[in-house]
Structures are given as structure tokens and as C-alpha cells.
């Protein structure tokens, strides 16, 4: 069975940090490109970043620039999403997904990837 799993979210102070895991059961991520999603409510799903089976990767919310950092390891099928400075604004569902091939899509249209987690809850709050 395919599928990708989201862990580490939680309730955090603004200003605090929070690293979250995806990782992938069934198959191998070395072929994938993975983005993270994230899912305010009331808002649409947006994308945050996604990272090349190479390791090179792509933001696509210009608001976590300088505070979230994504990276992989394929040795371990997983992929990180390191938050920092967290925001109340940083509040929702987040989701990682895969996208087959080596290269992140140019738009983050959730169309674009074959495989979703269920996401895990992120809070900012005091």
C-alpha cells in the first residue's frame, strides 16, 4: 500500500519551532519530487515549498522565506519540513505530497501530485 505519513505537528508559541516528518511506505521518494501543503481554515490549500529528487528546492509562499527549510533523505524515505519563527498566520493542516519525476511543479496545483498524507495539525498560538 502507497502512502505518505505526516508527524511532528503540534501547539507552539509564536516565535517557536516546530520540525515536521513525511515519510513514505510502499515506495521509493528517490524518484519523487515532495511538497509541502499547508490548509488554513476557511483558505484554500497552499503551497509552502517542494524539494527535487535531487536535494535543490523551491518555496512557493513567499511568507515562510528565511524561516522554513525543507530537506530529504533518501536513505530513510523521508522528507522534513523545518519551521522557525513560526506565525499565527503559520496555523492549518499540513500535508506533504509527491509528485513523480525529478523536478518540482512550477505552480503548486494540488493536481500536480499522485500521492497525499492525511496532514498533521499545526497551531501558533499563546
Known amino acids: 500500500q502507497l502512502q505518505l505519513v505526516e508527524s511532528g505537528g503540534g501547539l507552539v508559541q509564536p516565535g517557536g519551532s516546530l520540525r515536521l516528518t513525511c515519510a513514505a511506505f510502499?515506495?521509493?521518494?528517490?524518484?519523487?519530487?515532495i511538497g509541502w501543503f499547508r490548509q488554513a481554515p476557511g483558505k484554500e490549500r497552499e503551497g509552502v515549498l517542494c524539494?527535487?529528487?535531487?536535494?535543490?528546492?523551491?518555496i512557493y509562499a513567499d511568507p515562510v522565506k528565511g524561516r522554513f527549510t525543507i530537506t530529504r533523505d533518501n536513505a530513510k524515505n523521508t522528507v522534513y519540513l523545518q519551521m522557525n519563527s513560526l506565525k499565527s498566520d503559520d496555523t492549518g493542516v499540513y500535508y506533504c505530497?509527491?509528485?513523480?519525476?525529478?523536478?518540482?511543479?512550477?505552480?503548486?496545483?494540488?493536481?500536480?501530485?499522485?500521492?497525499w498524507g492525511r496532514g498533521t495539525q499545526v497551531t501558533v498560538s499563546s
Open positions: 510502499g515506495f521509493n521518494l528517490d524518484n519523487y519530487a
Open positions: 505530497a509527491a509528485d513523480y519525476g525529478w523536478s518540482c511543479p512550477a505552480v503548486p496545483a494540488p493536481y500536480e501530485f499522485d500521492y
Open positions: 524539494i527535487y529528487s535531487s536535494g535543490e528546492s523551491t
